[in-house]
């Protein structure tokens, strides 16, 4: 009976032990960074990237001389693509967003995104085409918080499509 005791104390630490070790490899998928490519700009890392989205309208209308009401696909659109990054001081991002504002010639770049695990793998990539900088914000200052100064770039766009790579 001490020896069946004793191996399940064992066991137990083993999975106690193995545990740790299993979530990581769990969280692995967790832990990856964005790599952003704009056509003529080049690429560069990002702390966030949101907005890699594709949403149908909705078209409701009556049925006939019921109430019941039928619905439909409508048009279809893209989320706007919402880049934040650490200000580093340079200027290529907002050039590109002031380029309509100082020349009136709206310049359209494609570009895409890719997702990269901690090994560095690239895990799935989304391209977007025809994209145009929407809005563009520099950072914000306040002598007393300790944060990372951050350029934000909205972009608009006509289309993305999502490759699944392997690893």
Do not use: C
Request: no cysteine.
């Amino acid at each position: 009976m001490a020896a069946i005791r004793m191996y399940a104390i064992f066991v137990f630490m083993a999975l106690v032990a193995a545990g740790p070790a299993q979530a990581q490899q769990r969280d692995q998928a967790l832990k990856y960074s964005f790599r952003v490519e704009i056509e003529g700009i080049g690429q560069g890392f990002f702390r966030e990237v949101s907005g890699l989205g594709v949403e149908t309208e909705v078209v409701e209308y009556r049925d006939g001389n019921t109430n019941d009401i039928r619905k439909l696909p409508g048009r279809t659109g893209w989320s706007d693509i919402v880049l934040k990054r650490g200000f580093r001081g340079g200027t290529e991002l907002y050039e590109w967003a002031t380029t309509y504002a100082r020349t009136g010639n709206l310049v359209r770049r494609s570009g895409a995104i890719t997702m990269i695990d901690a090994n560095g793998h690239q895990i799935a990539r989304w391209q977007f085409e025809r994209g145009w900088p929407l809005k563009w914000g520099g950072p914000d200052f306040d002598a007393s918080k300790n944060e990372v100064a951050l350029e934000t770039l909205v972009i608009a766009h006509e289309g993305l499509t999502l490759a699944d790579e392997p690893r």
